[in-house]
C-alpha cells in the first residue's frame, strides 16, 4: 500500500476521487494532501442530481482538515464543475466538505466538541489553533441544527 493509498482510505475517498500527492512543509508543520479526480467522472447536478459530464475544474480550493501529529493538515482540490443539461453549469460538491465551508467535516465536528468540552470558543481557539470567527461559523451551524 503505498502512502497516498492509506491517506485515502483515511479520508475515505472513493471513486471517483483519490490523492493526487502528499507534501510536508519543510518544518514539518503542515501536510498538503491534494485530491483529485478521474477524468472520465461523471457527477451529480447539485441543483437536480442528473449525471453530467465535467465541463470544466474550478481555481484551487483549501480546507482545513484534522491534524495528523503535529501537522495542521490541508486538503486541495480543484473542484469539478459539470454542465447540466437543464441547469447549466454548476460547481460539484465534495464528499469531505459541506459546501462553502473551508473546514473538512471531520474537522467541524472536532471544532464541536473541543469547544464543549473547553466550554469557551477562546480555549477551542487555542486547542485548534483557529481563529475565533472560525469556530464560531462551526458552532452557529450546531445550533442553526
Ligand atoms: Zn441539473
Known amino acids: 500500500m503505498t502512502d497516498t493509498d ?3 482510505t483515511l479520508l475515505r475517498l472513493a471513486e471517483p476521487w ?3 500527492g502528499i507534501d510536508i512543509d519543510p518544518a514539518g508543520e503542515a501536510m498538503h494532501v491534494c485530491i483529485d479526480f478521474r477524468r472520465d ?4 447536478c447539485p441543483q437536480c442530481g442528473a449525471l453530467a459530464e465535467v465541463y470544466d475544474r474550478a481555481e484551487e480550493r483549501v480546507w482545513r482538515h484534522l491534524d495528523l ?3 495542521e493538515t ?5 473542484l469539478p464543475r459539470v454542465r447540466c ?9 465534495t464528499p469531505w466538505a459541506e459546501p462553502g465551508s473551508r473546514l473538512s467535516s471531520a474537522f467541524e465536528a472536532r ?5 464543549l468540552a473547553c466550554q469557551t470558543v477562546k480555549g477551542a ?3 485548534l489553533r483557529l481563529k475565533w470567527d472560525q469556530v464560531n461559523a462551526v458552532m452557529a451551524l450546531l445550533t442553526a441544527m
Open 6 to 8: 492509506t491517506f485515502q
Open 18 to 20: 483519490f490523492i493526487a
Open 41 to 44: 467522472a461523471r457527477f451529480a
Open 69 to 71: 501529529w503535529q501537522c
Open 74 to 78: 490541508w486538503l486541495h482540490c480543484r
Open 85 to 93: 443539461e437543464v441547469h447549466g453549469v454548476r460547481q460539484v460538491g
Open 111 to 115: 471544532v464541536i466538541d473541543t469547544v
Open 125 to 127: 481557539c487555542a486547542l
